[in-house]
């Protein structure tokens, strides 16, 4: 069975800092592109940022590009999104997924098979 289980989230003052992580269980991502999505409450479900199966190439959402940085190590199956000088415009759960087959970035989640449950970020202003 695969799982995608994010972890980090939590409660963070304006202009700070969090860093999630989404460890993978059942099967290798280290071919497969991953990414993450935000969904706020009322709001659909939005791209924020996608990195190819290597690491080598990674895209932003243009609200994020700049503060978010997203990076993956191979050998421990894990994925990484840090999040600086947050805002209250990114409370949101995140959620991270990856790609059943392609390597390549993708922003559209119709691209990504395997999802993960989600972790909560809250930002205060």
């Known amino acids: 069975q695969v799982q995608l289980v994010e972890s980090g989230g939590g409660l963070v003052q304006a202009g700070g800092s969090l860093r999630l992580s989404c460890a993978a269980s059942?099967?290798?991502?280290?071919?497969?592109?991953m990414s993450w999505f935000r969904q706020a409450p009322g709001n659909e479900r939005e791209f924020v940022a996608a990195?190819?199966?290597?690491?080598?190439?990674?895209y932003y959402a243009s609200s994020v590009k700049g503060r978010f940085t997203i990076s993956r190590d191979n050998a421990k199956n894990t994925m990484y999104l840090q999040m600086n000088n947050l805002t209250p415009e990114d409370t949101a759960v995140y959620v991270c997924?990856?790609?059943?087959?392609?390597?390549?970035?993708?922003?559209?989640?119709?691209?990504?098979?395997?999802w993960g449950q989600g972790t909560q970020v809250t930002v205060s202003s």
């Open positions: 997924a990856g790609a059943y087959s392609t390597g390549s970035i993708s922003t559209r989640s119709i691209s990504y098979a395997y």
């Open positions: 059942g099967r290798t991502f280290s071919s497969n592109a």
């Open positions: 990195i190819n199966w290597s690491g080598s190439s990674t």
